[in-house]
């Protein structure tokens, strides 16, 4: 069965420092892969999403994704954190072959802090 | 454009009761998506509704239902109120489907069963 993992609960960086957010991958065929933000009282909000081609994919709000196959990966990546940053992110994988009829599945999420 | 709206926001019921809650997509947009979650369980899908037809559900059970009209709007339907069930019901929508297109989140109604 397909799944995701992310293996932080939680994060903290101090602003203006790097970051990386973890997520691997369970699933058999090729992944269509995303990743989430959930800022507090807010809905979720697509940053970026892998469905083929350049393994490294630009986002909004500055972040970035690779795709590793060889590791089931999709890592988050931002040069720069900033205190706007700080909410619940999400992994998720999408099943099937890209049609419109396979659905998202979410990882548990990953809680980033930012100290100013 | 107006984005995703959903009512009501916040909701007490209690054990054994039913409740309905209600989407309206972005305009335009033909697929609604329906996801709970939880402190424990996370994010989870629900079921997909496109033109009006269910065409992807979750494993939920059978208390769970929802239907889609013909103006794209949604509504979902939980009877039998458990416990279990409190959590925050997140709808989205996109113009054809959750995985091709970019889905559009709602801020989600948070539901309480006492």
């Known amino acids: 069965a397909q799944s995701v993992t992310q293996p932080d609960i939680h994060i903290t960086v101090s602003e203006g420092a790097s970051l990386e957010l973890r997520c691997n991958y369970s699933y058999g065929a090729t992944p269509y892969l995303f990743w989430y933000v959930q800022s507090p009282g807010q809905g979720l909000q697509l940053l970026l999403k892998y469905f083929s081609g350049d393994t490294l994919v630009q986002g909004i709000k500055g972040f970035e994704a690779e795709f590793k196959r060889s590791q089931s990966s999709f890592n988050l990546r931002k040069p720069s954190v900033h205190w706007s940053d700080a909410a619940e992110y999400f992994c998720?994988?999408?099943?099937?072959?890209?049609?419109?009829?396979?659905?998202?599945?979410f990882g548990p999420g990953t809680s980033l802090s930012v100290i100013p | 454009k107006a984005g995703v709206t959903q009512t009501p926001r916040y909701l007490i019921k209690t054990r054994g009761q039913q409740v309905t809650l209600s989407c309206s997509p972005i305009s335009g947009h033909r697929s609604v998506s329906w996801y709970q979650q939880t402190p424990g369980q996370g994010l989870q899908f629900l079921f997909e509704y496109f033109s009006e037809t269910q065409r992807n559900k979750g494993n939920f059970p059978g208390r769970f239902s929802g239907r889609q009209f013909s103006n794209s709007r949604s509504e979902m339907n939980v009877s039998t109120l458990e416990l279990g069930d409190s959590a925050l019901y997140l709808c989205?929508?996109?113009?054809?489907?959750?995985?091709?297109?970019?889905?559009?989140f709602g801020p989600g109604t948070r539901l309480l069963v006492l």
């Open positions: 998720a994988v999408a099943t099937g072959m890209k049609t419109s009829y396979d659905k998202v599945i």
């Open positions: 989205a929508s996109s113009l054809y489907g959750q995985v091709r297109e970019t889905q559009y």
